[in-house]
């Protein structure tokens, strides 16, 4: 079996006396590419803060490449949603993605390297030709690849991304989902989504996320695990077998 | 204004506008970006409380205001972190706790204070030359901060909690960042006093935006702003007799109001 990157055990976090995610263990390896679906505030953006020990659960554990969290997070790229930033911020598509490198050695400028990451990163991405455009310029599956280049200038191990497809056109979340298939050759993937469709397709791994997490490690859900996270039957039209989410049933 | 440079404090004033303008002109931009504007409103009301304890303990005010003005700095970017408080309300509180303890300790003080209204809306007719040099060393103080600290400073300011993942020590730059306002604060408190402090924070920079899509630039055009509005309403008031805190601000509003009627490339909201 591949090596775990990121662990968690029975972990639970309360808001105040609001439980927001209870008992969730997860065990996500190298290569992976996880989709966690599940309802608008089921939990989602939680689990990914507690993986990079912005939250501390309440109980349980987390252990990031087999160390703690606040130790090893800088080895994952964090994706934000990126619908929350202020799209009319005075910065460049270039020095977004050179804050990827910012850690780099405090009160020193920029190195040659950094800035050789920073291009190769939006090469990828394939947004090279855009690096001196303000970043609001750009349309939303643009910024969202500018966001993915910025985490990816960090060197990561793993991505974490944060409802990357939404806001996003059709056409441009195939060319998106190309692109995370062809990260995932480097780095294992995780991305949380509250559109069943969309990741069902790309994904490798698939959990449902309602307070509670329902994980299989493998691709298939069981009917009765979406209907628990969902609270309400859930009827998913099956696209075929390559694209099968639910066993036969 | 050539006769009117003839009077000494005439040269002293129009030295203490250029040196407040270099660093609202930087830190503004700062306000502006992170919108941290009413972080920064709390913070120069909140030193009024160092003036009252200035009088008070019979050490120059302006002396005071340093220490009491980071202190504060400091409390409103803590508070809201270690308690269930919401931060807005936090800097509410404080801003203004220091507001009364400032008036407190100044009606506590025997004697009349002649110059409170100076503080709280500004006399930059009496900067003494030794508060020039208090300004002066403030200037290098937070150009060399900012020179230091610009890439983890943009970091911050864009998303602070990315900073924080890949590991820049986000809390700890952004309290310092509130220190360096405060310093501003400091600074312009001579120029057109606490209460209108926010103005030549947050118009300058505001201004600038409209020209630059880069921060470097952004912080260059809006020095020379708040030079020019600090400069001009300077000259209005000693050529009308007019109180010259409020006519800086007032010129600046006015130059504010007309460059957002100028259709501009940077169609952006502030």
């Known amino acids: ?249 | 204004m050539i006769t009117a440079l003839e009077y000494g404090f005439m040269v002293n004033a129009l030295a203490a506008s250029l040196l407040a303008a270099i660093a609202c002109g930087i830190v503004g931009v700062y306000v502006v970006v992170k919108r941290i504007v009413f972080i920064s409103g709390g913070i120069s009301h909140a030193s009024f409380g160092g003036i009252g304890l200035g009088y008070f303990l019979g050490i120059e005010p302006v002396l005071c205001v340093i220490p009491f003005g980071i202190a504060s700095a400091l409390a409103i970017g803590e508070v809201s972190r270690r308690t269930r408080l919401s931060e807005d309300s936090a800097i509410g509180i404080l801003w203004a706790m220091g507001m009364a303890l400032g008036i407190m300790l100044i009606a506590l003080t025997p004697g009349y204070a002649p110059d409170l209204l100076s503080y709280l809306f500004g006399n930059i007719l009496m900067v003494s030359r030794s508060t020039l040099w208090v300004m002066l060393a403030l200037d290098v103080i937070i150009v060399t901060v900012v020179c230091l600290l610009y890439k983890e400073f943009l970091a911050i300011t864009f998303d602070e909690e990315f900073a924080t993942v890949i590991g820049i020590p986000a809390h700890k730059l952004y309290l310092v960042l509130l220190c360096l306002i405060a310093l501003t604060v400091v600074m312009l408190i001579r120029v057109v006093g606490v209460i209108l402090v926010i103005a030549l924070l947050t118009i300058p920079a505001s201004v600038s935006r409209r020209f630059t899509n880069d921060m470097r630039k952004m912080m260059g055009i809006s020095i020379i702003f708040a030079a020019l509005f600090a400069i001009t309403g300077l000259y209005l008031s000693y050529l009308f007799d007019l109180p010259s805190g409020s006519t800086i601000v007032l010129v600046s509003g006015v130059v504010f109001l007309l460059t957002s009627l100028i259709p501009s490339g940077h169609n952006f909201k502030y």
């Open chain 1, 1 to 249: 079996m591949a090596e775990e990157v990121i662990g968690l055990r029975n972990v639970s976090v309360r808001y105040g006396d609001m439980p927001v995610l209870e008992d969730v263990s997860l065990s996500i390896y190298q290569h992976d590419f996880l989709g966690i679906i599940g309802p608008n505030g089921g939990g989602k953006t939680t689990l990914l803060k507690v993986i990079l020990g912005l939250v501390k659960p309440d109980k349980g554990e987390v252990r990031v490449f087999g160390g703690d969290p606040l130790q090893n997070r800088r080895y994952i790229g964090y994706v934000p949603q990126y619908s929350l930033f202020d799209h009319s911020f005075p910065i460049s598509v270039r020095d977004v993605v050179l804050t990827g490198r910012a850690r780099q050695a405090l009160f020193k400028r920029y190195t040659d390297h950094d800035r050789k990451l920073a291009r190769s990163a939006l090469e990828v991405v394939g947004m090279l030709a855009f690096k001196e455009r303000q970043i609001g310029r750009l349309s939303g599956g643009q910024q969202q690849r500018v966001f993915i280049a910025r985490a990816l200038a960090a060197e990561p191990k793993v991505l974490l991304l944060d409802e990357p497809a939404a806001g996003i056109d059709a056409r441009v979340q195939t060319e998106f989902y190309e692109l995370l298939g062809r990260l995932r050759q480097k780095m294992a993937i995780v991305m949380v989504s509250h559109d069943i469709t969309a990741v069902s397709v790309h994904v490798s791994k698939i959990a449902c996320l309602n307070r509670r997490l329902y994980y299989h490690d493998s691709k298939e859900l069981l009917a009765e695990d979406l209907e628990a996270a969902y609270q309400c039957p859930v009827e998913l039209i099956a696209h075929g077998i390559p694209h099968r989410v639910l066993r036969e049933h």
